[in-house]
Nanobody
């Protein structure tokens, strides 16, 4: 089971940190992805971290503003979001995938490659 939390209302330029906590399985064998879905839009991959933590991937519009990290001891993955913009407003989801290496590199952004999903947490960026 995955549980995502940490969303909320923040002003443009502000920051939030989302957390994705896993229970019932270890993150040691799973890549974790963050996805978001805005009203009327398709779900899109925002970021992903490999099971080892050694590889990270980002959607171009968030690169340099968002940072994904993992604390395997706590079985938790974080998404630090800085310099938030109105267009970052969405429900954010975390998900677990068994993809590794080239498969992860090529398909990390595809929701179809993820086996377990947490509930979403709403991020609203507004003044």
């Amino acid at each position: 089971q995955l549980q995502a939390f940490g969303g909320g209302l923040v002003q443009p330029g502000g920051s939030l940190r989302l957390s994705c906590a896993a229970s019932g399985f270890t993150l040691d064998y799973y890549a974790i992805g963050w996805f978001r879905q805005a009203p009327g839009k398709e779900r899109e991959g925002v970021s992903c971290i490999s099971s080892s933590g050694g590889s990270t991937y980002y959607l171009d519009p968030v690169r340099g503003r968002f940072t994904i990290s993992t604390n395997n001891a706590k079985n938790t993955v974080y998404l630090q979001m800085n310099s938030l913009k109105a267009e970052d407003t969405a429900v954010y989801f975390c998900a677990a995938s068994l993809l590794t290496t080239t498969g992860l590199r090529d398909y990390w952004f595809s929701p179809l490659e993820y086996d377990y999903w947490g509930q979403g947490t709403l991020v609203t960026v507004s003044s």
